[in-house]
């Protein structure tokens, strides 16, 4: 844990106030990343790479889609010498889009590909070294003769980029980090950080510095806190690279994109980042328009109004540590963190509105019975419910129309600012109080002390929202107020991909930083269809149903940010890759297969994985695991131990669910 104001002030430009941290230039091809430029978009393909035409058609739909650089995997010295020809066939069709090669285990492989494509990446966690995933003890000495290892094996690829001017990524992995920093660092944010520098320092001794630097882990948080903490290493020793962007393994459909939407937009909010991949298990020409919104929410965000700046900042952004809260009718404390429907722009009408959030109307037994995603609280507005609701679900109103019904229903009320200044009820009633920073002041504060069983409700309406909403939990700490804070976002005339992205960045952001005992989005215009693509050809899959409700939308959607963010389990988690050339099954037919068959499992993590790179390490944060070895061979893991190799594919998904039943957690679906 670092906890140094000096340091911990200097991941980025600013908290209050929007800017770019600038970087170095790098020249990818022909089209330039860090520095001044917008922030770029890729991807990565998914074909084989000994496949010409499928990967250049794949290529060409990719770009159409708004990809700017493509990755294509070189697992061998054949794949990586085809990149010529996909090269080649590219340019024929006028398709000049700069390649990257994609490089894990096999330098001769990268040797090859540094003369023919733009940009190679490496993994430093295997580049030199095959793991052994093996609790290897280094001494100092041991140490500096694996890092002598390593600068031979890597140096001749450094020549190589230097003289063809190709550019590099080091892309760190916590899945894969090597031996060496396991025995030195664990698989710690500092550990990847390390892991990427040994590189860039034999980088900076043959005077090469066309590098870009990522930060990978399908947890969100980590990515975050490793990607500031790279940043605030590269200060200490005077390296400005750009940074690729991305969470690893973040799946497909709703989930996937509010993970990936979690990690990269919480540093996209603080100007970090220079280009980013979503990466989704999909086709990969459904990553780039996901990547476009989310970019682009930040063209204009410095014209934002101003927010007080903060000299000395309460929290380690390192390091992970939930705001102390004191609990108020179930919130805050050592609550889970609750989930607040909006129906302010609809009224109950009957039983099976309530099923849109989770609550299910029995008639035969006359009882409602809830799912996992069941919401904690509802608020009604203006409104009032015409029948009894189920015990679990407690009600929010507006202060005057509780005012008129608090005789016969038991509900709680939202009281805006003016509303609370004048408020003079009992000093323990519940109330809920709307408010935003600038109405922060010391009445406020004042107040807060003689009524304790008021819960915050935070909302923004600056564009820099998340900064704003950060500024004011930190004088919460500063100022030593422990009621809960329920974080709530405000959107209008919004699509569904939009509102997706947006609210997994605006209130996951903020709680993966400690803050926020509740959330709660309220859409005024929900636009129910998919993403409206500015580019020429729009490539997204209608995954979710049109016809349902905003209020079931937004339900499924919150749990999902808060499990993305790990604060609060509601079902089974996939850590699925996205796969690409080096998959030899079909992953996205896979996942589908297993998600039907363990959705159910609460709480349970399952990694999918088409092959091993990122294979166990990724399994240090899943239960069992799903990993292609071969062509149509499996092999299956709890945690990152082997049960099952190199089995037939065919009954693989039988095979991991009995693993999961010997573990005894499996459960028959209901
Ligand atoms: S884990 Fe998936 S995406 Fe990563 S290299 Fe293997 S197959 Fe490709």
């Excluded at 998340?466 to 329920?486: C, G, H, Q, T, W």
């Amino acid at each position: 844990m670092i906890n140094n104001d000096k340091i911990i002030k200097n991941y980025c430009n600013s908290l209050t106030e929007y800017s770019r941290n600038r970087t170095r230039e790098v020249f990818i091809g022909n089209i330039p990343l860090g520095g001044n430029n917008p922030i770029r978009i890729q991807s990565m393909t998914t074909t084989d790479t000994m496949n010409t035409k499928a990967t250049v058609e794949q290529t060409i739909r990719m770009v159409d889609a708004g990809c700017e650089y493509v990755r294509i995997t070189a697992p061998s010295k054949s794949e990586a010498q085809n990149l010529e020809l996909i090269k080649k066939e590219l340019r024929k069709c006028g398709y000049n889009v700069p390649l990257i090669a994609d490089i894990h285990f096999t330098p001769n492989a990268a040797e090859i590909a540094a003369r023919i494509v733009e940009k190679v990446r490496i993994n430093p966690g295997n580049y030199a070294d095959r793991k052994k995933f093996e609790n290897l003890e280094f001494n100092n000495n041991e140490y500096e003769i694996e890092l002598e290892r390593i600068r031979e094996k890597f140096t001749p690829l450094v020549k190589i980029c230097k003289e063809y001017g190709t550019a590099m990524r080091i892309g760190t992995n916590h899945g894969s980090l090597s031996d060496r920093i396991m025995s030195r660092y664990g698989d710690t944010p500092l550990g990847m950080v390390e892991s990427a520098l040994e590189f860039v320092r034999i980088c900076e001794e043959l005077s090469y510095y066309n590098i870009v630097l990522s930060m990978k882990s399908s947890n969100p948080q980590v990515m975050v806190q490793a990607y500031r903490l790279l940043i605030i290493k590269m200060k200490e020793e005077k390296m400005n690279y750009p940074l690729h962007l991305g969470v690893t393994e973040a799946g497909g459909g709703e989930d996937g994109r509010i993970k990936s939407a979690l990690g990269i937009g919480a540093l996209l909010e603080d100007g970090i980042g220079d280009t980013i991949r979503v990466s989704l298990t999909e086709d990969p020409e459904f990553e780039s328009p996901i990547a476009i919104l989310l970019a682009n929410r930040y063209k204009n965000r410095q014209n934002h109004l101003p927010i007080k700046p903060i000299e000395n900042i309460p929290i380690d952004p390192f390091f992970f540590v939930k705001r102390d809260t004191t609990e108020v009718e179930g919130i805050g404390g050592h609550n889970v963190i609750r989930v607040i429907s909006d129906f302010g722009f609809r009224s109950l009408k009957t039983f099976s509105d309530l099923a849109d959030i989770g609550y299910f109307y029995d008639e035969l037994t006359d009882k409602w019975n809830m799912n996992e995603m069941a919401s904690d609280y509802i608020y009604l507005g203006q409104n009032s419910s015409p029948f009894d609701l189920p015990n679990g679900l407690k009600i929010i109103q507006d202060f005057e129309i509780w005012k008129k019904f608090k005789e016969n229903i038991k509900s709680y009320p939202l009281l805006n600012i003016n509303e609370f200044s004048d408020f003079n009820g009992n000093c323990e009633q519940t109330i809920f109080i709307n408010l935003n920073y600038n109405e922060f002041d010391e009445k406020v504060i004042e107040k807060l002390k003689l009524y304790p069983s008021s819960i915050l409700v935070i909302g923004t309406q600056n564009l820099h929202g998340l900064a704003e909403m950060r500024r004011f939990y930190f004088d919460l700490l500063i100022k030593n107020i422990s009621n809960p804070v329920i974080l709530k976002r405000s959107y209008n005339n919004v699509n569904l991909e939009e509102i997706r992205l947006f609210a997994s960045t605006d209130l996951g952001g903020l709680i993966i930083e400690g803050f926020g005992d509740g959330v709660w989005v309220e859409i005024e215009n929900l636009n129910n269809s998919e993403i409206d693509s500015s580019n020429s050809k729009v490539y997204v899959k209608k995954y979710i149903k049109i016809n349902e409700s905003k209020e079931k939308i937004i339900n499924r959607m919150l749990f999902g940010i808060l499990q993305a963010a790990r604060a609060r389990i509601s079902k089974t988690e996939y850590i699925a890759c996205p796969s690409c050339g080096r998959t030899l099954f079909d992953l996205q037919e896979t996942t589908e297969k297993i998600r039907k068959r363990t959705e159910h499992l609460k709480g349970v993590k399952i990694a999918i994985m088409g092959c091993i790179v990122n294979g166990p390490g990724e399994m240090a944060d899943a239960d069992y695991g799903y990993v292609g070895s071969g062509i149509d061979k499996i092999t299956l893991y709890k945690g990152k131990e082997i049960i099952k190799r190199n089995i037939s594919a065919s009954g693989a998904v039988d095979s991991l669910i009995e693993i999961i039943k010997e573990d005894n957690n499996w459960i028959e679906p209901s």
